[in-house]
Nanobody, 126 residues
């Protein structure tokens, strides 16, 4: 069994910062890469950031690059994403997703992630 849990959503003014956490738990010894996707009302779900199981391979979408920073804890079971200089267009439900590190597929394609958290709301407004 695999469980993915997000935390850290909330409301912030433009220019502010928020931190999100994503943890994956499993009874197996499989390692997992983690990614963040986000979905605004009426919009398609879009890729935001990716972190491989070692924490050394990082990918960002152009829309968040330079403002968001993703990292992984030493136990490799939790990803932390710091979101700085937030904009109203960053408002969305943020979903953490996990895939086995041995799996094939593009890291920014949501169809390659079999395990998903329930999502956490981020709202950026005045």
């Amino acid at each position: 069994q695999v469980q993915v849990v997000e935390s850290g959503g909330g409301s912030v003014q433009p220019g502010g910062s928020l931190g999100l956490s994503c943890s994956v738990s499993t009874s197996s010894e499989v390692t997992y890469s983690l990614a963040w996707f986000r979905q605004a009302p009426g919009q398609e779900r879009q890729f935001a950031a990716y972190l491989d199981w070692t924490g050394d391979v990082i990918e960002y979408s152009d829309s968040v690059k330079g403002r968001f920073t993703i990292s992984r804890n030493s136990a490799k079971n939790t990803a932390f994403m710091r979101m700085n200089n937030l904009r109203p267009e960053d408002s969305a439900v943020y979903h953490c997703a996990a895939k086995p590190s041995y799996s094939y597929g593009s890291n920014n394609d949501q169809n390659n992630y079999p395990y998903w958290g329930q999502g956490t709301q981020v709202t950026v407004s005045s």
